[in-house]
């Protein structure tokens, strides 16, 4: 899920500012403390919408699964506060409508997951839903989730329903939740991934990024911010292999530092799905600064950690965390000496009489996880003109305020992800990315790509250079 849909609550959000541990009584300061992440006891919620009502008692339902295939889960009236065992505690909610209200059809476009159309629908007209709380010790995280997993989808099967997870905020089928959550698990711990879910969405000029899920497994939702959308990848991955290292045990030894280790990751599932990710520079190391994370709407009911990037060099936290994030999982840049010829500017001409349409666009507002990019000049210590993308942040008038997507060659000044302001004017092309990420523009690129190709046929050496962040790169990955 890239976006944050409407958010619908299930029980009433008190809006307060959440905060995970202590604080410094300086602001600002506030720093996650040396501990161990995990909480002593854990509880969570799942559900499953009937349609419209039960075919068979789920009650009856879970009484017997559980006497027959979990006898370590004790079904009990009311969860206790601090719970010694597995319990759960469960009960048939009516009138759903006013008090438990099934996501929308808008809303199921983000959080439905292998729903027919007739489901969807069916959903709507739900009369009936049976409310599980599972709670437990942390000694047993792994074997209760196991066990509440298998547990609503016999439920939704037997009773005829669909699953919801009161966490990640998504609705199931039972095959779709079967196959997310239970067959991918192999070992003590799974892919933490598949429990979870990470939210992308528009704040302001840049991007939020947050998962939901954590507090099924005891730990702290993550949060990242200042973010751009050509990031979203990258960010996703990085989030679930801090949320994948937190679940395996990770103890954080130093208040707010924590330093991450891909090859630390002991899930080898986890590590090599990461494989197709990774430029051949990468270090797979991020040194990571942790916050307590500061509560939105929308957000889970959960302590929340925030990982920046304040430790590495930047202009800003934007430039700071595209560092991270090249060091981590590599980059790679090809810089070009290009001639403007009269094809390549006839061509560039066509594409910038279509910028009033995309500034339009703009600032009616993209769908999520759709962006726009524009390549504008930057001027080299020598005179010249380095050409390289921006991410659209802002539009106004001429004056386009973005995110820097290209490590500069010659530009000293400026770093990869550094918000910059260019003018509308001198854009020499765009691109547009749609949520499903096909493109459309840097039609110019394509004149370029073909005149490179023909100069290294007939002249090996000409001035066309790959960047790699390896020996000389590794330097600027180390922390201030």
């Known amino acids: 899920m890239r976006s944050r849909f409407r958010v619908f609550s299930l029980s009433t959000l008190s809006v307060t500012l959440l905060l995970l541990y202590s604080c410094s009584k300086k602001p600002g300061q506030a720093l996650v403390p040396a501990s161990s992440p995990m909480a002593d006891s854990i509880r969570f919620e799942y559900a499953v919408y009937m349609l419209p009502i039960h075919a068979k008692n789920p009650l009856i339902v879970l009484q017997h699964a559980v006497a027959k295939r979990h006898s370590g889960l004790k079904l009990v009236a009311e969860v206790p506060k601090e719970p010694r065992d597995m319990v759960v505690s469960a009960h048939l909610q009516k009138h759903l409508q006013q008090e438990y209200a099934p996501p929308s059809l808008e809303d199921l476009r983000y959080s439905g997951d292998g729903l027919s159309p007739q489901q969807a629908q069916a959903l709507q007209k739900s009369d009936e839903a049976f409310i599980l709380e599972f709670a437990h010790p942390k000694d047993n995280v792994w074997t209760a989730l196991h066990v509440a997993d298998e547990l609503v989808e016999e439920i939704a099967r037997k009773a005829g329903g669909l699953v919801w997870d009161e966490e990640t905020r998504e609705v199931f089928s039972p095959d779709s939740w079967h196959e997310k959550r239970l067959k991918s698990w192999s070992g003590d711990v ?4 598949s429990q979870t879910v990470v939210q ?3 704040k302001d000029e840049l991007v939020r990024a947050i998962s939901l ?3 099924k497994v005891g730990l ?5 911010d200042d973010l751009s959308w050509a990031s979203e990848h990258q960010v996703v991955n990085l989030i679930n292999i801090f949320c994948q290292s937190m679940a395996e045990g990770a103890v954080f030894e130093k208040s707010g530092k924590f330093t991450l280790d891909l090859r630390a990751i002991k899930s080898t599932e986890v590590r090599d799905a990461q494989s197709e990710t990774l430029k051949d520079n990468f270090l ?8 307590p994370g500061v509560w939105e709407e929308g957000d889970p009911k959960n302590r929340l950690i925030q990982l920046t990037a304040e430790r590495y060099v930047g202009n800003d936290m934007p430039a700071k965390q595209e560092r991270m994030l090249g060091c981590f999982f590599g980059w790679e840049d090809k810089v070009t000496a290009v001639e403007h010829n009269e094809e390549l500017l006839e061509e560039s001409r066509k594409e910038k009489a279509k910028l009033p349409g995309l500034q339009k666009d703009f600032n009616a507002g993209l769908q999520p996880g759709e962006f726009i990019q524009v390549k504008v000049p930057f001027k080299t210590p020598d005179g010249g003109n380095e050409w390289m993308w921006v991410e659209v942040n802002s539009w106004k008038g001429n004056l386009i305020r973005g995110t820097l997507e290209n490590q500069p060659f010659n530009v000293p000044d400026l770093h990869a992800g550094q918000v910059v302001e260019v003018w509308q004017g001198d854009v020499f092309d765009y691109i547009r990315e749609y949520p499903d990420k ?5 039609t110019t690129g394509e004149i370029i790509h073909k005149t490179d190709q023909k100069q290294s046929e007939s002249n090996p050496s000409t001035e066309s250079r790959k960047r790699v962040a390896s020996q000389s790169g590794t330097a600027n990955c180390s922390p201030d």
């Open 213 to 215: 899920g954590m507090k």
């Open 190 to 193: 799974p892919d933490v991934s």
């Open 284 to 291: 797979g190391v991020a040194r990571l600064s942790l916050k």
């Open 438 to 442: 096909h493109r459309e523009g840097n």
């Open 200 to 202: 992308i969405y528009k």
């Open 220 to 224: 702290p939702d993550v949060v990242m």
